[in-house]
């Protein structure tokens, strides 16, 4: 069983845990990993893009002029694709771009992005931050201290932990989220992760 040392805000070590190998010490499953990444991204889209096809756009009701006899090309509306003003061909309409992922699979994405951490030695385990009110000069203080401030860091927190959210929430490099709020995506789009102990202890809870 894997263990990692934890630290305090000042960067020293406090203490040691033995990490759970079910969470923590799997062979990642990339394929796994990207389908959900893929998916969470998706969801994010809005897919609000829409263009009018010619049966949508107003007017062109009358034949533009009679069918033989004028020289011209023979037309049926002025709103056909051809016209300018007509309607578009193949644009995009509104629609949605999600599409689902198995439960177990999001969690073998989030033990496998937990497991690579580790072994990449991009994971962190903070005792608890205890900021007494929200203050982002001490949120800044604590990454100085664990040598995290010129690096792309993501910190998961408790869900109730509000005054520590407060404090990170404008610091440029860190993304702060709750460890109900936690996914693959959050957890791999970073050079470091950042778990409280009661994060740990809850990310474990729910994917053991």
Same mark, same amino acid.
């Given at each position: 069983?894997?263990?990692?040392?934890?630290?305090?805000?000042?960067?020293?070590?406090?203490?040691?845990?033995?990490?759970?190998?079910?969470?923590?010490?799997?062979?990642?499953?990339?394929?796994?990993?990207?389908?959900?990444?893929?998916?969470?991204?998706?969801?994010?889209?809005?897919?609000?893009?829409?263009?009018?096809?010619?049966?949508?756009?107003?007017?062109?009701?009358?034949?533009?002029?009679?069918?033989?006899?004028?020289?011209?090309?023979?037309?049926?509306?002025?709103?056909?694709?051809?016209?300018?003003?007509?309607?578009?061909?193949?644009?995009?309409?509104?629609?949605?771009? *999600? $599409?689902?992922?198995? /439960?177990?699979?999001?969690?073998? #994405?989030?033990?496998? %992005? +937990?497991?690579?951490?580790?072994?990449?030695?991009?994971?962190?385990?903070?005792?608890?931050? *205890? $900021?007494?009110?929200? /203050?982002?000069?001490?949120?800044? #203080?604590?990454?100085? %201290? +664990?040598?995290?401030?010129?690096?792309?860091?993501?910190?998961?927190?408790?869900?109730?932990?509000?005054?520590?959210?407060?404090?990170?929430?404008?610091?440029?490099?860190?993304?702060?989220?709750?460890?109900?709020?936690?996914?693959?995506?959050?957890?791999?789009?970073?050079?470091?992760?950042?778990?409280?102990?009661?994060?740990?202890?809850?990310?474990?809870?729910?994917?053991?």
């Amino acid at each position: 069983m894997a263990t990692i040392d934890i630290k305090d805000v000042a960067g020293k070590t406090v203490k040691s845990v033995e990490l759970n190998d079910a969470v923590f010490g799997i062979e990642p499953n990339i394929h796994v990993m990207h389908t959900v990444v893929r998916a969470y991204r998706a969801g994010l889209r809005q897919g609000t893009a829409n263009t009018k096809t010619r049966g949508e756009v107003r007017g062109g009701g009358k034949k533009p002029w009679r069918q033989k006899g004028t020289g011209r090309a023979r037309q049926g509306s002025i709103r056909s694709p051809q016209w300018v003003g007509g309607g578009t061909v193949f644009g995009p309409h509104t629609r949605s771009y *999600a $599409f689902r992922v198995n /439960r177990k699979e999001v969690k073998l #994405a989030m033990r496998s %992005a +937990l497991s690579a951490k580790l072994a990449d030695e991009q994971l962190t385990v903070v005792d608890q931050f *205890a $900021f007494e009110a929200p /203050r982002t000069k001490d949120a800044k #203080a604590s990454m100085e %201290a +664990l040598g995290f401030d010129k690096v792309r860091a993501t910190v998961v927190i408790a869900d109730d932990d509000v005054n520590t959210f407060l404090s990170f929430r404008n610091l440029e490099n860190v993304n702060i989220i709750p460890v109900s709020a936690a996914n693959t995506y959050e957890l791999v789009d970073n050079k470091q992760l950042v778990l409280t102990v009661a994060a740990l202890e809850r990310l474990e809870e729910v994917l053991a």
